[in-house]
């Protein structure tokens, strides 16, 4: 084996070739050595000795790390040696480190979490927790480590999703990186919450107003209008239902022939199908109750001669197996010639809680009724909570809706919706 005495050249280094009868080690000094590959790759080399020991650390491969950069790393590693430090296990200790910086990518760590947490969640509200991140997440920052993320990275991806006018989600996604940071936190992974130092940074979404009808003489002319509705029977059973019962509309039109007790006069919808502020925050996972009038029972059992045999209550026209389309109430109020600037669907939410508010009932039964999420000392108490009142308002409610209906003069100067 050939041992060179004088220091390696660039140009020994950039001629040099393996050799099948040997001299494949060209050597620099200090114990740094070029070792020629059959392959004819060239590989720097430092041999060194430690606790009496020989050992080799491998430096790169020439000319990636170039001649000047080889000797660099052996001054680094004579460093080392002379206060007793081992430069191998220097190199692995750095490289363990990579390699968990690398497995702690946002994705990962994200989805941790989310396998995690997810089970207690609404299925809708996982399905958008995910569906979120993986769309307006992870194509840009789910391969950089978590430790490694800050603010401004942050930004550019919640701008992305502003730039498309989704206000509302990049809101909620700013709120994901807060969570996913508090996890990596708690479990070492994370010094802190980069996504905290840009409250203030998204534009607030725009409140949202439903459309909907208040005036007592409007809200009759609605009721009569639906009460003389020509479309299909389910149709009009659902816009009748609509103003009585107030749930959100996907509630009302996924709503299952199993959820309803006719002789309890009792609606229960499974909290996996309220909305997600209901079902994906409160501890309690009751169903959510809602009393029903004897106009929303005698409704139903005509309704249940039509659909009872079938899962749904409001099925689709084009198959029992799936229930009605979300545009359905909709498009039947615009049938009937009210635009989307008088009513929506939704709107009769707010006509009800506008109404019983401006009546004297309690706004705890109310918001019970409406399954907005409780706040404060409220959120301590269970979804049936109220209900004795609740039975009371809804029957009220239900009634002075047909006061309404047939014009009474006394209904709309107050008449029957006083607190009992």
Not at 98 to 126: K, Y
Not at 205 to 233: N, S
Not at 353 to 377: C, Y
Request: one cysteine or more; glycine letters at 8%.
């Amino acid at each position: 084996m050939a041992r060179r005495v004088a220091p390696l050249t660039e140009l020994h280094c950039q001629r040099a070739k393996y050799n099948p009868e040997g001299g494949n080690k060209l050597f620099d000094g200090g114990g740094l050595f070029l070792e020629l590959r059959p392959n004819g790759v060239k590989l720097w080399r430092l041999k060194y000795r430690f606790a009496g020991k020989e050992k080799l650390l491998a430096l790169g491969a020439y000319p990636d790390i170039s001649r000047e950069a080889a000797r660099s790393e052996r001054s680094k590693a004579r460093t080392m040696l002379a206060t007793n430090i081992d430069p191998c296990l220097v190199r692995k200790a750095a490289k363990r480190s990579m390699n968990v910086a690398a497995g702690n990518t946002f994705e990962g760590i994200a989805r941790e979490w989310f396998e995690r947490f997810s089970p207690g969640w609404a299925l809708a509200h996982s399905s958008k927790v995910i569906g979120r991140l993986e769309k307006d997440v992870f194509p840009w920052l789910g391969h950089r480590p978590i430790a490694e993320l800050d603010a401004p990275e942050i930004l550019e991806a919640l701008r992305r999703v502003e730039a498309r006018g989704a206000l509302d989600t990049a809101r909620r996604v700013r709120q994901y990186f807060g969570q996913v940071f508090r996890y990596a936190i708690a479990t070492s992974r994370a010094k802190r919450d980069p996504s905290a130092d840009l409250r203030g940074a998204i534009a607030p979404p725009p409140k949202r107003h439903y459309a909907t009808v208040t005036e007592p003489l409007r809200i009759g002319e609605l009721l009569r209008a639906i009460d003389g509705y020509h479309g299909t029977y389910t149709t009009r059973a659902a816009l009748q239902l609509a103003p009585l019962v107030f749930v959100r509309p996907g509630e009302l039109r996924k709503a299952e022939w199993s959820e309803f007790d006719l002789d309890k006069a009792e609606w229960r919808i499974p909290p996996e199908r309220l909305k997600l502020k209901m079902a994906a925050k409160l501890t309690s996972r009751h169903p959510h109750i809602v009393p029903l009038a004897t106009q929303v029972s005698e409704i139903l059992l005509e309704l249940q001669r039509l659909t009872g045999s079938g899962r749904y209550v409001f099925p689709s026209v084009r198959t029992g197996t799936r229930a009605m389309s979300d545009n359905t109430v909709n498009a039947g109020l615009r049938r009937l010639g009210f635009e989307k600037t008088e009513i929506v669907g939704h709107g009769f939410r707010h006509m009800a809680s506008t109404l019983l508010n401006e009546r004297g009932w309690s706004p705890d039964a109310i918001e019970r009724q409406l399954a907005h999420k409780p706040q404060g000392v409220r959120a301590v108490y269970n979804l049936a909570e109220y209900l004795p009142e609740r039975r009371r308002m809804m029957q009220a409610w239900a009634d002075y809706l047909d006061a309404l209906r047939a014009g009474l003069p006394g209904a709309v100067l107050g008449g029957p919706l006083a607190k009992p």
